[in-house]
Structure formats: C-alpha cells, structure tokens
C-alpha cells in the first residue's frame, strides 16, 4: 500500500505517540480523498497508521454541515 499526503489539514487528538490527523492523501495512485486516522511511527522511524475511514470532498462537505448544526 502506498500513499501520497497532498495536503496536512490539521491534527484533532493527541493519544500518547499517536496524533489523529485529517489529511488530503491518494493511496495507491488513486484521486485524493481526505482521511482521518491515527498516525505514529514505529521502532524503525517509518510513519505507521492505524484504522481510519476517508471521505470525498462531497462527504465531507456533508459532515461539516451536519457538526455546524449540532452547535
């Protein structure tokens, strides 16, 4: 699995060594989608993930709509 970080948006949480970050990221040469997961690194220095879910422009339009809500 590859992955190309196209854009840093920002870090939501911090957990020990691990900083849930959204980014806009094409894995495996497709078109971008912005992801957000828990990223590290391990005993080595390489960057590592965890488990996360990623959106298109269009979803995550739709999620921001509904967070501006629920305040």
């Known amino acids: 699995m590859s992955y190309e970080v196209i854009e840093e948006c920002g870090t939501v949480a911090v957990n020990g060594d691990w900083e849930m970050k ?8 497709r078109p971008e989608k912005y992801d957000l997961r828990y990223w590290g690194t391990d005993d080595t220095g390489n960057e590592t993930c965890k488990k996360g879910i ?17 305040n």
């Open 22 to 29: 959204l980014r806009l990221i094409s894995w495996n040469g």
């Open 54 to 70: 990623t959106l298109t422009t269009e979803e995550i339009e739709g999620l921001q709509k509904l967070l501006n809500e629920l």
